[in-house]
Every structure is written in structure tokens, then in C-alpha cells.
Nanobody, 136 residues
């Protein structure tokens, strides 16, 4: 059974720092990439960061790369997203997803920062999301 579990969300002051965690289990043959997406109320889903599990190559939405950092612990099948400094526009539900498909990973990497309800839909494993609220 595939499981994706996110944690680390909460309410944080603007300018602060947050670290989200995600653990994936049950995927056969491991993952090719893991990614973070977010969706704010009344907005489309957006991919924010992606990491290739072999080699650790990282991709970001261009306008977020100065504040977002994605990292992984491959031995734990875990991926992390650090955000600093937080801004009010970062308030959203953050989702972690994993893919075993290289073309899906690379096409998603190219589309990071684009708000589209279809982004990441081909990823086979998704978490339930963790809420981030940034208070000004």
C-alpha cells in the first residue's frame, strides 16, 4: 500500500521559517522524483519544487528559488521543503507527491510555478496535504 505523509505545517509569522517533511512508503522499485505542490483557496494548484531521487538534482519555480529549498533523505524515503522568509502569499495547503516515471518528473520540473489544476496529476502517490498559514 502506497503511503505519502506530510507534516510540519502550521501558523507562522511573516518573515519566519518553516520546514515541511514528507515520507513515502510502499512504492515498488522506489521513486524517480519527489515534488512539493501547493494550492491556496480559489487558486489553481502550483508546483513549487522537485528533486530527482537519484543524483539529487533540484528544480524550483523561478520566482520562489530564493526562498524555497528542497532536500531529501533517500535512506528514509523522505523529502523536505524549507521556506524562509515566509510571506503571506505562501499561505496554502502543501502537498507532497512521488513519481516513478522519468518523463512525468521532467515535464513537471519544467512546469513549476505554473498554476494549473492538471499539474502533477500523473504522479501516482499523493499525500493529504499540510496547511501553512502565514500571519502578517
Amino acid at each position: 500500500q502506497v503511503q505519502v505523509v506530510e507534516s510540519g505545517g502550521g501558523s507562522v509569522q511573516s518573515g519566519g521559517r518553516l520546514r515541511l517533511s514528507c515520507v513515502v512508503s510502499g512504492l515498488p522499485y522506489g521513486t524517480y522524483c519527489m515534488a512539493w505542490f501547493r494550492q491556496a483557496p480559489e487558486k489553481e494548484r502550483e508546483g513549487v519544487a522537485l528533486i530527482l531521487t537519484v543524483g539529487g538534482v533540484r528544480y524550483y519555480a523561478d520566482y520562489l528559488r530564493d526562498r524555497f529549498t528542497i532536500s531529501q533523505n533517500t535512506s528514509a524515503n523522505a523529502v523536505y521543503l524549507e521556506i524562509e522568509p515566509l510571506k503571506s502569499d505562501d499561505s496554502a495547503t502543501y502537498y507532497c507527491a512521488a513519481s516513478t516515471n522519468a518523463p512525468d518528473c521532467l515535464s513537471t520540473a519544467k512546469a513549476l510555478g505554473v498554476m494549473d489544476h492538471k499539474i502533477g496529476q500523473q504522479f501516482r502517490a499523493w499525500g493529504q496535504g499540510t496547511q501553512v498559514t502565514v500571519e502578517s
